[in-house]
């Protein structure tokens, strides 16, 4: 059997990857990426490096793969829409038996803005009558523990989620599920929620980094045209800012809060608690 993991490079692809590398031999394990010299290492382990970019379908290589592990893109909505979408039907073309693709909580319900791009190529997919699974990952804990160090150096800890809570999961744990769902059996067909072992505040959050730490950190909630307006001014780009502020929205509206049995199951153990991954992120 050959698994193939497209952004092996990334963040959630590489620890896949690392993940897959546990449980099969690096012969069978395949990575598409855009740019090989960054999974040099991976070569060097006898992992098949193929250079693919989602939006040049013709570069992506997926002949002689039984399972396609589809880590979802990023970009614009629009674009990530097509790029997806492309990379499905070059695995149709290809003859992958089995595509397990990354998406997000209730998808094909969600409000979130972020839904709309996963819930048509959940469709997509769907259509093409290939076998699937679908891996719907709620937030991850690091999006939220990266930023705490500068809220730490700033004095307060800035969202416009006011008293709104999270399920947000470990990434690693994320990544640990999938690599286990692409080697055993019984998943075909499956749709699973993916999320943490509770729901939590940004009141907590500062909280939890004041208690590991020893500094003071209020959490401040600004309305969202406010933190809109504060992270075009960090930076970042529009589509961004527009990204993360619907998400605060609609954490504050109780959307993401929701937990989720189905990864304690695929784990068979209980997933990773924010204290957790605050401490990783904080501790000396």
């Known amino acids: ?18 993940r897959l590398l546990d449980r099969v031999p690096a012969t069978d394990l395949a ?5 090989t010299t960054k999974a040099a290492d991976l070569a060097t ?3 098949d490096v193929r250079q693919g970019d989602f939006t040049r379908p ?5 002949t002689g793969v039984d399972t396609l592990l589809l880590v979802s893109a990023d970009g614009p909505d629009e674009l990530r829409k097509a790029a997806q979408r492309d990379a499905v039907d070059a695995a149709v073309k290809a003859g992958v038996q089995r595509l397990i693709y990354t998406s997000v909580s209730d998808a094909a319900t969600s409000p979130l803005s972020l839904a709309k791009v996963h819930a048509a190529t959940e469709a997509h997919i769907r259509d093409t009558g290939i076998p699937f699974t679908f891996l719907r990952n709620g937030m991850y804990h690091e999006n939220y523990t990266a930023s705490l160090s ?16 999270i399920a947000s999961v470990s990434r690693e744990d994320l990544a640990e599920a999938a690599a286990i769902v692409a080697t055993t059996p019984g998943h075909d067909g499956a749709t699973y929620e993916l999320t943490g072992p509770r729901a939590w505040t940004f009141d907590e959050l500062a909280s939890l980094a004041s208690s590991v730490t020893g500094k003071p950190l209020p959490h401040v909630s600004v309305t969202d045209a406010e933190l809109r307006a504060a992270l075009v001014a960090a930076g970042l780009p529009d589509f961004v800012a527009d990204l993360l502020t619907d998400i605060n929205a609609n954490i504050r509206t109780g959307t993401l809060s929701q937990v989720r049995p189905d990864l304690a199951t695929l784990l068979d153990r209980a997933p990773t608690p924010i204290e957790h991954t605050v401490r990783a992120a904080l501790a000396p």
């Open 58 to 62: 013709d570069t992506l290589r997926f």
């Open 150 to 165: 500068g809220a730490l150096d700033r004095g307060s800890l800035v969202t416009s989620t006011g008293t709104g809570a």
């Open 31 to 35: 990575v598409s990426v855009r740019d």
């Open 1 to 18: 059997m050959t698994i193939l993991v497209t952004g092996a490079t990334g963040h959630l692809g590489g620890l896949i990857t690392r």
């Open 45 to 47: 382990l006898g992992v």
